[in-house]
């Protein structure tokens, strides 16, 4: 089996849908020609697919995701790729106000199958404007799915279930992960990774722990090591952030009685205020400890000067010492 990297997974993923399904289509900015992306993620496709099916679109987002709609009601699959999450903002009107409610109005005679590419997050000197999480825009927009790989697995697997599912989905990448994890991946073996699914990623007895994106390695990363403590974590990958696999969640915090939440978005009206909910509904009377959350400062954005930027970022030994404290509760 070949080792791969993340963004090599997500390309694979593009690759064999276009492949598979000749209607499909994927555009952005900078997406087709020989760029393939500002990360590179579709360097090639327009190549061995043509410029009529990877394609480049003007700096315009509400023109990106209205074209995507379009086709999608009319029975084109698309993948339309807004360069960084930052971006998707000025298209919230058509994913909201018509990609989510599109099968709802019309009493399931039209369908929305587009998959809306959303690079996110810091730690790259992006900035304001090239940094930010924004999938609380859309978790609890009924109609939409939002998801999120955090494993080079599931970048393959999730993608291409995405693209074959009947609704509009929002699928975050974090940038930090493009590169930074590698796994081996069957190139014949054909992965399609539910979208309404969390994963059990190490099974624990001490404390759970649930995330998603690049906290969730830091997550599993101080879970090993405080294996060697004698401390034992359930880790909780999230990945469909919208709708939330409620069943999963619960299950593993009645499992520990002790539960830590983890990302890198602002803490408060974001989705670990959401998870927090769902537990404290279905498991109240488990818990041995309050839900605690470790997440990103409440400031309108992520800094661009380095220090200020590592500031805001969650860091690996700060989730460390919150699975500490927590299993010492």
Known sequence: MAKIDYLEALHQALDEELGRDQRLTIF?????????????????????????????????????????IGLGTTGHPAVAEFQFADYILPAT??????????????QGDWTVPVVFRAPYG???????????????????????????????????????????????????????LYHSIKAEIDPNEEILTPIDKAAILRSGTDLTVMSYGVTLQYVLQAADELTQQGLHTEVVDIRSLYPLDKATIIAAAKKTGKVLLVNEDNQQGGVLSEIS?????????????????LAGPDSPAMPYAKNLEQAFLVQADAVKQAMLDLAEF
């Open 122 to 176: 810091g730690g790259v000197g992006g900035g304001f404007y090239h940094s930010q999480s924004t999938e609380k825009v859309f978790v609890g927009q009924p109609g939409l799915r939002v998801v999120t790989p955090s494993t080079v697995r599931d970048a393959k697997g999730l993608l291409k279930s995405a693209i074959r599912c009947q609704d509009p989905v929002l699928f975050y990448e974090h940038k930090r």
């Open 277 to 293: 909910a769902v537990i404290n509904e279905g498991a109240l009377f488990d818990l041995d400890a309050p839900i605690q959350r």
């Open 93 to 106: 009107n058509q994913i909201i106000s018509e990609a989510a409610r599109m099968r709802y109005r019309s």
């Open 28 to 68: 952005g900015e900078d997406v087709g020609g020989v760029k393939g992306g500002v990360f590179n993620v579709t360097q090639g496709l327009a190549e061995k697919y043509g410029d009529r099916r990877v394609f480049n679109m003007p700096l315009g987002e509400a023109e990106i995701g209205g074209l995507a």
